[in-house]
């Protein structure tokens, strides 16, 4: 069972980009890494997914080190409306495992 | 638009009496998941459905039961609620736990609160 590790919180500015990293040291070879937002009283919210180098859609970007043991969510331009919970979660085919949600890190936007 | 819905959004139930959660989904998936989520702590699975194959987790309490009738819909079952039972009840779906890019979708939650 891959075990994440996040920053319990941070803090960040409208308009500046965030990058929050996750540690998953014991990532197995065919897991993905897949990021979940969640506001109070929602149910978390896919983000990204990827498995290695640099992933981009159209609210975020997620890069992954060669050697897949950490990553970094980035948020470019954020608003008020980020502060959330962001999640990192490691896991592969064919297994609940992927379903362990680490603490979170509760993003927090500042006017 | 395709969904997962949970009703009610908010559950009051007394200590010791049964209650039941539901949730129902539009996207025709066919894994279905139950979380607990206690104040600012991370969803933590309960079970998951893969179609009637039900799948509890090893340290889910006895008192937590499944049922899932059919592909639409899902119910939680607590049997004799305590109080450390009151938490948001989380449902999600994904369409299939054996691919190797997964992603669950969520229902809004519904809290449950136990007097």
């Known amino acids: 069972l891959a075990k994440t590790t996040q920053p319990i919180s941070m803090d960040s500015y409208e308009g500046q980009e965030v990058n929050i990293t996750c540690s998953h040291n014991?990532?197995?070879?065919?897991?993905?890494i897949t990021w979940y937002q969640q506001f109070p009283s929602q149910g978390p919210r896919f983000i990204i997914q990827?498995?290695?180098t640099k992933v981009t859609n159209e609210v975020a970007s997620l890069f992954i080190p060669a050697d897949r043991k950490s990553s970094t969510l980035s948020l470019p331009r954020v608003s008020l409306s980020d502060t959330a919970v962001y999640y990192c979660?490691?896991?592969?085919?064919?297994?609940?495992?992927?379903?362990?949600f680490g603490s979170g890190t509760q993003l927090t936007v500042l006017p | 638009d395709a969904m997962v819905i949970q009703n009610p959004r908010y559950q009051v139930t007394q200590f010791g009496k049964p209650v039941t959660l539901s949730c129902s989904q539009t996207?025709?998936?066919?894994?279905m998941y139950w979380y607990q989520q206690k104040s600012s702590q991370a969803p933590k699975l309960l079970f998951h459905?893969?179609?009637?194959?039900?799948?509890n987790e090893a340290d889910t309490p006895d008192n937590f039961q499944s049922r899932r009738p059919n592909t639409s819909f899902c119910f939680l079952d607590i049997r004799s609620p305590g109080l450390g039972d009151a938490a948001m009840y989380l449902c999600?779906?994904?369409?299939?736990?054996?691919?190797?890019?997964?992603?669950?979708?969520f229902g809004p939650g519904t809290r449950l609160l136990v007097l």
């Open positions: 999600a779906t994904s369409r299939d736990r054996m691919l190797t890019q997964e992603t669950q979708y």
């Open positions: 014991n990532i197995a070879t065919n897991d993905y």
């Open positions: 996207l025709n998936h066919n894994v």
């Open positions: 459905y893969y179609d009637k194959d039900f799948n």
């Open positions: 990827g498995y290695k």
């Open positions: 979660l490691v896991g592969g085919a064919g297994s609940a495992r992927q379903l362990t």
